[in-house]
């Protein structure tokens, strides 16, 4: 198979066609898919309405599933609409099918997704591609914006560049949701999820390229103190996400994107959370050691 790929931006982004994600994929089929995540960053396909079945096979040909947040509720986990544990549930439905109360416990998670963020980063393995098809949209918002941190990194002033090599930010899951007011959590579930550390500059390992490693999951700057680190954070972040690098996907019912989240970071645009918004995600874990660029 030869994927045709559309760029949708300067810097990154592509849009295949001449694939149907509800066939089985072949070995040659995920290595070309694998190699244009490795050029683009984040594909986006049209027109794929998949099962809970299919989207979950389509993922697994990339590796093992990750369950996001789901190991912070143990055995007392919500009921989950779908069939598949790896199956998320981004959406403000609950699982009797109504749209979720305004300040409920899924809506905290979808505004926690409207803040800059690579998924999971907060774990060890964190994620390296997610898929995120849409099945129902809102009429206005809700739109989904994709940064390149290739871009970011190439594009960082010397003294930073200098400043941040050989620095670690330490993610924490529960981080934007004590930010957003929701800081609820028992110390079981605070011991469930520890903090992880991650270098700010890493080598993207199917490209070779330098990345910016940032998010909003990164709490503070091992080493630094704790204000300076965090006014850093926002200045890292805050370049990283300036108009140049940023993709704004509007979606379509049956559009799906899949992206890197060790080469970009994303985001959620608001939306009216009384209508109804239905995507799944389904998120594979980053195996590979991470790389630093040498000095
Ligand atoms: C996600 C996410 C943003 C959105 O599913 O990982 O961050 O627009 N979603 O729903
Ligand atoms: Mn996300």
């Given amino acids: ?120 980063s907060f774990q060890r393995p964190k994620a390296q591609y997610s898929m995120l098809s849409a099945v129902v949209v809102p009429p206005h918002g809700g739109e989904t914006e994709y940064a390149d941190l290739r871009a970011a990194y190439d594009a960082l002033p010397e003294d930073l560049r200098r400043e941040i090599f050989g620095l670690e930010a330490e993610h924490y899951a529960l981080h934007t949701r004590i930010m957003l007011g929701d800081d609820g959590y028992t110390e079981e579930q605070k011991a469930a999820m520890p903090p992880v550390s991650w270098p700010l500059a890493q080598l993207h390992p199917g490209s070779g390229r330098p990345v910016l490693f940032v998010g909003v999951h990164a709490r503070r700057i091992l080493d630094y103190p704790l204000a300076e680190g965090k006014m850093l954070l926002a200045e890292l972040l805050e370049h990283a996400t300036q108009r140049a690098f940023v993709y704004r996907h509007v979606w379509s019912v049956g559009d799906l994107v899949m992206w890197d989240n060790r080469s970009t970071l994303h985001r959620g645009r608001r939306y009216d959370l009384s209508q109804r918004r239905e995507m799944r995600r389904t998120t594979t874990d980053d195996l590979l050691p991470v790389r630093r660029p040498s000095a």
């Fill in 1 to 120: 198979m030869t994927l045709e790929i559309r760029p949708l931006h300067p810097l990154f982004v592509g849009e295949v066609s001449g694939i149907d994600l509800r066939q089985p994929l072949e070995p040659a089929d995920i290595a070309e898919i694998e190699a244009a995540m490795d050029e683009h960053a984040v594909l986006v396909f049209r027109d794929q309405p998949l099962s809970q079945a299919e989207q979950i096979r389509f993922a697994e040909s990339f590796g093992p599933l990750d369950t996001g947040l789901g190991k912070l509720y143990g055995s007392g986990k919500p009921p989950s609409r779908f069939d598949f544990e790896t199956l998320l549930d981004i959406s403000n439905v609950d699982p009797d099918g109504a749209v979720s109360a305004r300040d409920s416990r899924k809506n905290m998670s979808n505004l926690a997704n409207q803040l800059w963020h690579s998924d999971s």
